[in-house]
């Protein structure tokens, strides 16, 4: 099946740091991914939807500026935490769907982000 | 704006039951429905994709059902293992093509116990 690569699994960063988070389809091409954030025993919430070769979409409440994000490829997206406070800690999930397939997400392993 | 909810939040079974997790939504106009499971600090892994023209799906143990009338799925899981404690999350989308988008459950945590 098709899998979604996230890199970093896990970051430990001091407040006021940028920290960057790969998400990268390996056996596919995708020109949509979706960055999600995960709090402790909450669902998912989408924050942007990332495009290859355009701007990022960002949900309402999501802060533009704080939560860069960069298509570059086909394979590859990235999610940059920008001043990272401790507030930011939590788990964020990349998805992807195979393009030209519509209706399934490949989900990647996840990054566990902890801002001291 | 559509909302997923997942009925129980937690459940606790001996190996071998048979067990039937819920979710309902609030916006019966959906593209389809996406049964997950989550490991502790893992991600997602896909279940079963009910569409939704489609009643049900089975795939081995597992059976979800969808009622589009009602705003209902169910995941039913056949004779439980310990190996399927995780938590099963839901959730429906109502677009498809570049608007495809997820909204989640907050998922049910299940414990088989050996």
Redesign the interface.
Known sequence: GAV?S?HPSRVICKSGTSVKIECRSLDFQAT?M?WYRQFP??????MA?SNEGSKATYEQGVEKDKFLINHASLTLSTLTVTSAHPEDSS?Y?C?A?RAGV?????????S?LTVL | KQE?TQIPAALSVPEGENLVLNCSFTDSAI??L?W?RQDP??????LL?I?SSQREQTSGRLNASLDKSSGRSTLYIAASQPGDSATY?C?A?NS???N???T????TLLTVNP
């Not at chain 1, 519509?102 to 996840?110: D, S, V």
């Open positions: 979604v996230q949509t979706f025993k909450q669902s998912l919430m989408l939807t788990f999930i998805s769907p519509i209706g399934e997400l490949f989900f990647g392993e996840g566990r | 997923v593209y389809n996406q997950f600090g893992k991600g997602l892994t896909s994709l569409q999350l959730a989308s498809g093509g570049s495809y988008k997820l989640f459950g907050k998922g």
